[in-house]
């Protein structure tokens, strides 16, 4: 059975990847081929703080290339919710003999309304753009991979009521062409529900401005997840997450607690800063074969350098959710989560998968 990724279409259509990300799950058959492979449909509700609740769509074709492969994919999704942001995307995720060679392509187009929080206040705004990103992965061993990252984007913002600060006027109309360097170490025992095991991930890119004025920009982040069971039917799960972005890097490329890491509690612009760090933990436990549920919490820190974090103060949030197994033959959950911030905030998130 596919699905699609959590809900939160972060600023700039590049998070629209994540409402495909779990077109993924292995269509577990003894045959192979392209030929062999199965069509799946899946609408997903979602709500999310950043761009309110609505629908995804997401169909794709799921193949193996060779028994000892992941799955391979051909899909294509859409999303639209009820403040007017909408996106369509397709994407391509090829898996070869032995996962020797993994490539996945993402071509997107996305118009996301949202709120920009700046230092005169609240600013909600409009992003429209288009992404294209390939990324190729080398299989140096079964569980470790190194490939490179190859984006081209091209958005600009319009505020929605008054004027974008000064500060913002120059990320207001980009072109935006990135290449760089990914590493992925995952020892875990399930990519959709893992019990035990690491997952190491890590990216660093160089951005360059296509046209207009000279513009460069480095970015660089790791996320670290981590699982142990606990009993028969329970899961800590543990996630720690480290940013870095050069002074030049627009605000929707910039680290931020939500988008970068994931973290619940948070509208992705709030908090967002030249460098991040978040840690947050989770406890799930199964309840019966359809139901579970989990509780989490997590804390982050942003600023201009790592040195600075703290001067900004603590951002945290805690939370409780329900999961709903939407399969018998595949361990992928339905999931409702309420978060309550620091701030005394109440934030609803629906999606399809673990938030990591």
Not at 177 to 193: A, H, I, N, Q, V
Request: with cysteine; proline share 5%; glycine share 12%.
């Amino acid at each position: 059975m596919a699905v699609l990724a959590s809900a939160g279409l972060a600023a700039g259509p590049e998070q629209t990847e994540r409402h495909l990300g779990h077109i993924e799950t292995a269509q577990k058959s003894e045959g192979y081929g392209f030929r062999n492979g199965s069509v799946v449909v899946a609408p997903v509700p979602f709500s999310s703080p950043m761009i309110g609740s609505g629908l995804a769509l997401g169909a794709g074709y799921l193949f193996k290339t060779s028994p000892d492969a992941n799955t391979s994919v051909i899909g294509l999704g859409g999303l639209r919710s009820d403040n007017g942001s909408q996106a369509a995307a397709g994407m391509v995720s090829l898996a070869l003999p032995g996962n020797r060679w993994q490539i996945k392509a993402l071509a997107a187009r996305a118009d996301a309304v949202y709120d920009l929080y700046t230092g005169l206040g609240v600013l909600p705004v409009s992003q429209d753009g288009s992404l294209v990103r390939i990324n190729a992965a080398y299989g140096v061993a079964p569980d470790l991979s190194a490939g490179i990252v190859l984006r081209y984007l091209e958005t600009s913002i319009t505020p929605n009521a008054g004027l974008l600060p000064p500060e913002l006027q120059p990320d207001a109309d980009l072109e935006i062409g990135t290449f760089g360097l990914s590493l992925d170490w995952d020892r875990r025992d399930d990519s959709d529900y893992p019990t035990q095991g690491t997952r190491l991930t890590a990216f660093a890119t160089r951005s360059h401005a296509l046209g207009g004025l000279s513009r460069r920009y480095d970015k660089g982040y790791a996320i670290l997840d981590g699982y142990r069971p606990l009993g028969r039917h329970g899961v800590f799960a543990l996630r720690g997450t480290l940013c870095a972005a050069s002074a030049s890097t627009p605000f929707f490329d910039q680290c931020s607690i939500g988008a970068t890491d994931n973290m619940r509690g948070f509208n992705s612009t709030r908090f967002i800063g030249a460098r991040s760090a978040s840690v947050q933990a989770e406890y799930r436990r199964r309840f019966s074969k359809r139901w579970g549920g989990v509780v989490f919490a997590g804390a982050g820190w942003t600023g201009p350098e790592f040195g600075d974090l703290t001067q900004g103060g603590s951002h945290s949030a805690a939370g409780a959710g329900v999961r709903y197994r939407v399969s018998r033959k595949f361990p992928v959950d339905f999931s409702i989560d309420v978060s309550r911030n620091n701030e005394q905030e109440t934030q609803l998130y629906v999606y399809v998968g673990q938030r990591f």
